[in-house]
């Protein structure tokens, strides 16, 4: 398998991992739900998670700069995902 492959599939695993975590944890009650949302919405948390987004945007820009796909269609898959 080429390494293109294995990235493929690693990327794939990963997200249904990331997605199937979501729905688990949605179904899960918690009691502490209000100080879970306090510790989201503190300046520290916010600042990773504007990070982790920018790295996905800027992996999915790379990804589709490799695939030579045009650069419209690279800026409208970004902000839609």
Not at 1 to 9: A, F, P, T, Y
Not at 12 to 34: K, M, R, T
Not at 50 to 69: K, Q, R, T, Y
């Amino acid at each position: 398998m080429s390494g293109l492959l294995h990235s493929n599939i690693i990327g794939a695993v990963l997200l249904f991992g990331l997605g199937l975590f979501a729905v688990v944890g949605s179904f899960c009650e918690d009691q502490n739900a209000e100080l879970i949302v306090r510790r989201l919405t503190r300046w520290s948390e916010l600042v990773v998670l504007a990070a982790g987004l920018s790295l996905d945007n800027l992996m999915v820009g790379f990804s589709l700069g490799l695939g030579e796909a045009p650069p419209l269609v690279e800026a409208t898959t970004i902000l839609f995902f």
